[in-house]
């Protein structure tokens, strides 16, 4: 490609995958199924009019960066405790499930060769991409209804927090797995390595940017260096421990989101994110999708993805809460408001695609569930919160939510 082609091609990406996410809220889905179409509709799949290309790869891998630096950014790791134990089981059971059975799908669809092969790794893959929650969708969706800060929507929010934790764990671990030369020993001690470096790290970059923060704050120079650590810790964690180097950006947002400036230096990352990187890797999603190899065999099989993937969080969820004694209803509300996927499901299918454990005709079964998971969502939720009236503010745990 061009060098200066790239020029050219950014300009229809960033026009056409704005103007298509802004038709996207008009229709109350998320701006990034509308990025997503409008990549599609550029791309190779329809007009052509941009294809992908190694600049265009490199500045998609920079935003997932970015995208994963905010999502750190966003955590409130109080939250995360006060949520406790329920929000801990609801998100461990809202994974391992999923996980199951993504990967027993893929086998059952496929075949199975045997434990440890290529096709092995795809099912576990598959299951992987299953893991991911987006809460975003039923946040708003409880904040119409009045119900997001009490303890049913406080429940969601935290489990959704950690869902989304210990789905990119996972996602280290499938990855470290699939290396032809990894022991399962040695990834064990790569990941726990990575994290007691992390911690290390952390305490002590946490306390120089909040001596930075209170000598000089709301300024420009801590997004700047926070952005640096983000790059930093992208780039160690895939360099020297092999994992994914979208792991790093999240643990870097994670040692930053308790600054009093965090918010402030989630907004300056967002400014980059929302100009250029953001729409250039969802529109790059929609570049690479293939319909090509696109058959009633891949037809099938995507409609049983979206199926498996959205019944796996709404059985495993609801169970979990069923157990811990919540009604039918309410068990049910807990999961269907885990079910939705978004950003991190696409993100992860992207990692997949990146190392070789996921093949690109899959992204079109990925777009089908986040399309139908977002649209779903709300219309459950408002069905099964019917009638309910909003609890009085007296009865309202003091919690603060999260907008992720």
Not at 326 to 354: C, F, H, P, W
Request: net charge positive.
């Amino acid at each position: 490609m061009d060098r200066i082609a790239l020029f050219r091609d950014l300009a229809i990406i960033i026009v056409s995958a704005k103007l298509f996410g802004i038709l996207a809220q008009k229709l109350k889905a998320p701006s990034v199924v509308g990025e997503i179409i409008a990549g599609l509709i550029i791309g190779p799949a329809c007009f052509g009019l941009v294809k992908q290309s190694d600049y265009l790869q490199l500045i998609a891998e920079i935003g997932v960066v970015m995208i994963m630096f905010s999502a750190g950014l966003g955590t409130n790791l109080k939250e995360l405790i006060r949520c406790g134990f329920k929000a801990l089981l609801v998100a461990c059971v809202g994974v391992a499930f999923p996980l199951l059975m993504g990967t027993l799908f893929y086998i059952g669809f496929y075949g199975f060769d045997g434990f440890g092969t290529e096709k092995f790794y795809h099912a576990v893959f598959i299951g992987t991409i299953m893991t991911a929650t987006s809460v975003s969708i039923t946040v708003e969706t409880l904040k119409e209804l009045g119900h997001l800060k009490d303890s049913l929507g406080v429940l969601i929010t935290g489990a959704a927090i950690i869902d989304d934790v210990i789905g990119i764990v996972v996602l280290t671990f499938v990855i470290g797995f699939k290396s032809p030369d990894s022991k399962p020993i040695e990834v064990v001690g790569e990941t726990g390595l990575f994290i007691v470096l992390s911690f290390a790290i952390g305490m002590v970059m946490y306390y120089i940017f909040k001596a930075i923060d209170k000598r000089h704050p709301h300024q420009r120079r801590i997004p700047i260096l926070g952005l640096a650590l983000c790059l930093i810790m992208a780039f160690m964690a895939e360099k020297y421990f092999g994992i994914a180097d979208i792991t790093g950006a999240y643990v870097a947002g994670i040692i930053l989101c308790n600054l009093n400036d965090s918010d402030y230096i989630a907004r300056k990352i967002d400014i980059n994110s929302y100009m250029i990187f953001g729409p250039v890797f969802f529109a790059s999603i929609g570049i690479k999708t293939e319909f090509s190899g696109f058959n009633s065999s891949l037809l099938l099989f995507s409609a049983g993805f979206v199926v498996i993937a959205l019944l796996a969080k709404v059985i495993g969820c609801g169970l979990t809460a069923k157990l811990m004694r919540y009604n039918v209803r309410d068990s049910l509300k807990v999961g269907v408001g885990m079910m939705t996927r978004g950003e991190v499901a696409l993100i992860v299918a992207q990692k997949g695609l990146s190392v070789g454990m996921l093949d690109a005709k899959y992204f079109a079964s990925v777009i089908l569930l986040i399309i139908i998971s977002s649209v779903s969502t709300p219309i459950i939720l408002k069905l099964l919160y019917k009638n309910e009236k909003q609890p009085p503010a007296s009865e309202v745990p003091k919690a603060v939510t999260v907008d992720k």
